[in-house]
């Protein structure tokens, strides 16, 4: 099918400002909110994970009538392994989090958000902030440990 060229320099949708429309964004908005959660606890256990593997394993290093491991490293590197995993998941959350909630606020959506006041950060992404930092902090802890 052929559009005519009227077609060609209409907006993609149209956009109305009614409740319907912004009960919608405000339903994409919480769905943004709840994926950033969900994010956040994947991440906090992947760190939480591999900072308890770390400790585990480093009390079985200590025992005295246990025989000792064939490879006593690995279980730093694994646990490392987890921190970095739950610290990249983090990045990525926040990155596609901001991305998304930029999208939501530009262009025609504007005008759907209730009258172009800026909402308040989430709490979600500040918690997210803060929990990168815990992360970096496990992270170089226990690399510090391995060197």
Known sequence: MVESPSELGRPRFAIDSTADTHLAWFRT??????????????????????????????????????????????????????????????????????????????????AVTGGGKRPTQSVAYAVTIVTMFIGVFAFLAVAARIL
């Open 29 to 110: 908005r919480l769905m943004l909110e709840r994926t950033m959660v969900s994010w956040l606890m994947t991440s906090i256990t992947l760190i939480g994970s591999g900072f308890a593997i770390v400790l585990i394993f480093d009390q079985f290093n200590r025992l005295t009538r246990v025989a000792p491991p064939l490879r006593p490293l690995a279980p730093f590197h694994f646990g490392l392994v987890l921190i970095g995993a739950g610290i990249a998941g983090l990045v990525v959350a926040g990155w596609q989090y901001r991305t998304v909630l930029r999208y939501l606020r530009s262009g025609d959506l504007a």
